[in-house]
T-cell receptor, first 111, second 115 residues
């Protein structure tokens, strides 16, 4: 079955770059997503990438996809304290439909 | 639009009681998802509907859980009887999965505590 794995925790200093990593097992994954969950709130889509892309950049966010290794990463440049949250990687073979989420990485940004 | 609306936001009940969680998806969305989030198991998909029809309920833990979507603007998740291990945050999400629209929009969640 599908499996998406992430490290549990990442701590960085304000202004540094953060890199959150994710691995997945389903080779038929077509869409890969990064969601952000702030305390007491639901998940919010940050960005997504098609499986035929290697990289996508959106302001401070850069997504890198290594399809051969089934590895996805999210880089946040100039990390701010407001970026402190849980970040979920997710994959789907069908846009907008069933997602398989990783366990989430808790990002702590120290001032 | 107000986004996905869930009620109640918090529910505290005693073991054995019936619990009903409610969700109003974003108007025009035709896919609706129920998730459960716990520290131990992370975020789990329980069931999802497309055009009010349940498509995949393989994540529903057991017969005590049931979900309905009587119309495009309302869904319920019912637990009867509830047990302490059902304590979790339950999220509803909706989407409109046409080409180019990839986002599932999440509600704020219902935090359920079963004593």
């Amino acid at each position: 079955g599908e499996d998406v794995e992430q490290s549990l925790f990442l701590s960085v200093r304000e202004g540094d770059s953060s890199v959150i990593n994710c691995t997945y097992t389903d080779s038929s994954s077509t869409y890969l997503y990064w969601y952000k969950q702030e305390p007491g709130a639901g998940l919010q889509l940050l960005t997504y990438i098609f499986s035929n892309m290697d990289m996508k950049q959106d302001q401070r966010l850069t997504v890198l996809l290594n399809k051969k290794d089934k590895h996805l990463s999210l880089r946040i440049a100039d990390t701010q304290t407001g970026d402190s949250a849980i970040y979920f990687c997710a994959e789907s073979y069908n846009a907008g439909n069933m997602l398989t989420f990783g366990g989430g990485t808790r990002l702590m940004v120290k001032p | 639009d107000a986004g996905v609306i869930q009620s109640p936001r918090h529910e505290v009940t005693e073991m054995g009681q019936e619990v009903t969680l409610r969700c109003k998806p974003i108007s025009g969305h035709n896919s609706l998802f129920w998730y459960r989030q716990t520290m131990m198991r992370g975020l789990e998909l329980l069931i999802y509907f497309n055009n009010n029809v349940p498509i995949d309920d393989s994540g529903m833990p057991e017969d005590r859980f049931s979900a309905k979507m009587p119309n495009a603007s309302f869904s319920t998740l019912k637990i009867q009887p509830s047990e302490p291990r059902d304590s979790a945050v339950y999220f509803c999400a909706s989407s409109f999965p046409l080409a180019g629209d990839h986002e599932q929009f999440f509600g704020p969640g219902t935090r359920l505590t079963v004593l």
